[in-house]
């Protein structure tokens, strides 16, 4: 063999070594970033604001989560509403909306999700765990108002958290904001959003991993398989300039539900706090939406 030809083997093993530790690199990437998506996001919340009346409450979800909360009680008749946050957040994110709906009279119920703030928990699943949570949430407000209509506001995984249980949230009304589809299109559009065209090519290292981290497969996590099973009021909300949950996707939710139901397209908005985007017309809406179908009646 020449020189040259030593040279060119030698060249192509240390391409390929090459090649062989940037896959390996790759992969450890992508299985560090897949595990720490739902690593616990824990938060010291404590007491609630001097300004918004609540006392702190807790409960046991049949997760295994030790749910953390806060509820303010409103006037007789005047409803209540479960305040549902998204991932990676906790009660705190739906602070401003607890005080905008109590201030027009209604009882609210923020709750941490398992694995978030202060409530227990080992794993974030976007929604499929979180589904016993809102559900646990969802009947300790029954019991302590038996007597009132009780409206839902789930805002991205607290609104997939509304589906995904054995049925959907048995709400009187249900407000459903930036709601993934499936969460093969939840990774597709963050990773598209922050890789560009590269992103969709990077989704199948994570989405392969789900059930490895979450322990079931991701067919389960769709809610655009579950919508169609809500029997109450519904109102969805979406940006226009949403690329994580686009509003393309949100009109495939909203087709696939059933009437009753409202669509509320945030012109310019993106996966973002819809009330801080639009304060006044996102008030307007919600009162108007849980004023038909909440107030002044009993639950069946």
């Known amino acids: 063999m020449t020189d040259f030809g030593r040279t060119l083997r030698s060249s192509g093993s240390v391409l390929i070594a090459t090649l062989a530790i940037a896959a390996l690199c790759g992969v450890a ?28 409450v807790g409960f046991q979800s ?84 038996p007597a009132e209509a009780v409206g839902a506001i789930g805002i991205s995984m607290g609104g ?29 559009g963050r990773l598209r959003s922050r890789f560009g065209a590269m992103g969709p090519r990077l989704a199948p290292f994570l989405t392969l991993q789900l059930p490895l981290w979450l322990g079931f497969e991701r067919k389960v996590l769709r809610p655009l398989d579950r919508v169609a099973d809500v029997k109450v009021p519904l109102l969805i909300i979406s940006g226009t300039a949403d690329t994580y949950t686009t509003i393309a996707e949100t009109n495939l939710l909203y087709a696939r539900a059933q009437q009753p139901k409202e669509f509320w397209a945030v012109e310019g908005a993106v996966h973002e706090d819809m009330h801080a985007y639009s ?19 009993s639950t069946p």
Do not use: C
């Open 62 to 145: 049949p997760s295994g989560a030790a749910l953390r909360g806060w509820f303010a009680g409103g006037p007789a008749g005047g409803g209540a509403v479960l305040l549902l946050h998204g991932v990676r957040g906790n009660r705190l994110q739906m602070l401003n909306r607890a005080r905008f709906l109590y201030a027009a009279g209604y009882s609210v119920l923020l709750v941490d999700f398992g694995a978030h703030g202060e409530s227990t928990g080992e794993r974030i699943t976007f929604g499929s765990r979180e589904a016993l949570d809102a559900t646990a949430a969802l009947e300790w407000l029954r019991r302590r108002l």
């Open 29 to 56: 990437i992508t299985l560090l970033v897949g595990y720490s998506l739902g690593r616990p996001v824990r938060a010291r919340i404590g007491p609630p604001p001097r300004q918004f009346p609540a006392e702190d």
């Open 279 to 297: 304060p006044a017309e996102y008030e307007m809406r919600l009162l108007a939406f849980f004023g038909r179908h909440l107030r002044n009646r």
């Open 160 to 188: 997939a958290a509304a589906l995904l249980g054995r049925n959907p949230l048995k709400a009187d009304a249900l407000v459903l904001e930036s709601v993934y589809p499936t969460i093969d299109a939840a990774i597709d």
